[in-house]
Nanobody
């Protein structure tokens, strides 16, 4: 089992920035890919970004490309999501996730482990 704990959400004005963190513990290994999904009220959970572990290959949703950056610290088993130029449409609960193999996986069912989520709210 892998446990994921997110932190760093909050309230920010549109145009501002936030950085989310996700600490992994348990049976972590170098073969895990980690990423972020988000879910707005009344909408389905959607892919945001993912990063391979440990070489750092990344994939992004088109809606966040150029504004969000995913990174990882192997020594700390932690993945980060730097969110710049936030828009009101970025509002939602952000979930950290992990799966055992790297690939261009963009649906929730393709991921094996989930954190509890952290709220991000961007106001106009």
């Amino acid at each position: 089992q892998v446990q994921l704990v997110e932190s760093g959400g909050g309230l920010v004005q549109a145009g501002g920035s936030l950085r989310l963190s996700c600490a992994a513990s348990g049976r972590t290994s170098s073969s895990y890919a980690m990423g972020w999904f988000r879910q707005a009220p009344g909408k389905e959970r959607e892919f945001v970004a993912t990063i391979s572990w440990p070489d750092g290959s990344t994939n992004y949703a088109d809606s966040v490309k150029g504004r969000f950056t995913i990174s990882r610290d192997n020594a700390k088993n932690t993945v980060y999501l730097q969110m710049n130029s936030l828009k009101t449409g970025d509002t939602g609960v952000y979930y950290c996730t992990a799966r055992t193999n790297w690939g261009n996986y963009r649906t929730p069912l393709q991921y094996h482990y989930w954190g509890q989520g952290t709220q991000v709210t961007a106001t106009s």
